[in-house]
């Protein structure tokens, strides 16, 4: 089955410490993306990367950082400068990000708390 | 400022009751209107891509429609397992997606 998987579902951590969250994709994809929602907003765009080792900042990208060794794979680490990284963080991919309108497709999740 | 504002918030409907989501969004710059469902806990997912204004899409109980200013949501005689938050997703320029808030609509039985 083709999909984008991110592991894992929830993560717990201290504050001060960095996190790394997974995602991973088999769809072939150029194009991958970094989303958070919170309560009552939208998705806000952190990171994006529309080619392997080439990645742009979002409207968000204080406090985080990524990483695109792989077509498959685009990796982001919360670090302990983000201020407020409790989240749900989504991935997503597309087939490119200009010219055409490319759909993007969503990942499962995973849900941040840091304490 | 590029936007997308979604009507209503929330909307409770009976199972069968049919009713429309609103979409309006800033015009400049648009190469697709997306909408996307999405359940509590989850990623979104794809429902529709509209490109150009009098298109229509369809997919079981949904069409989504799309005029110069505005994009519609139709939901013919909803089943409760059509609860969800629906998204209205404008993209622009190099492919940037602007999201909407969403309508959370939950159907009772």
């Known amino acids: 089955d083709g999909g984008i998987t991110q592991s894992p579902k929830y993560l717990f951590r201290k504050e001060g410490q960095n996190v790394t969250l997974s995602c991973e994709q088999n769809?072939?994809?150029?194009?991958m993306y970094w989303y958070r929602q919170d309560p009552g907003q939208g998705l806000r765009l952190i990171y994006y990367?529309?080619?392997?080792?080439?990645?742009q900042k979002g409207d968000i990208a204080e406090g985080y950082s990524v990483s695109r060794e792989k077509k498959e794979s685009f990796p982001l680490t919360v670090t302990s400068a983000q201020k407020n990284p409790t989240a749900f963080y989504l991935c997503?991919?597309?087939?490119?990000?200009?010219?055409?309108?490319?759909?993007?497709?969503f990942g499962p999740g995973t849900r941040l708390t840091v304490t | 400022e590029d936007q997308v504002t979604q009507s209503p918030e929330a909307l409770r409907l009976q199972e069968g009751e049919s009713s429309s989501l609103n979409c309006s969004y800033t015009?400049?710059?648009?190469?697709?209107l997306f909408w996307y469902r999405q359940d509590p806990g989850k990623g979104p997912e794809f429902l529709f891509t509209?490109?150009?204004a009098g298109e229509e899409k369809e997919k079981e109980r949904l069409k989504a429609t799309l005029t110069k200013k505005e994009s519609f949501l139709h939901i013919t005689a909803p089943k409760p397992e059509d609860s969800a938050t629906y998204l209205c997703?404008?993209?622009?320029?190099?492919?940037?997606?602007?999201f909407g808030q969403g309508t959370t609509l939950q159907v009772k039985p």
């Open positions: 997703v404008k993209s622009c320029c190099t492919g940037k997606l602007i």
């Open positions: 997503a991919s597309s087939l490119g990000t200009g010219g055409m309108s490319y759909e993007q497709y």
């Open positions: 990367s529309q080619i392997v080792n080439d990645f």
């Open positions: 509209l490109y150009s």
């Open positions: 769809l072939n994809h150029d194009a």
């Open positions: 015009v400049s710059g648009l190469r697709g």
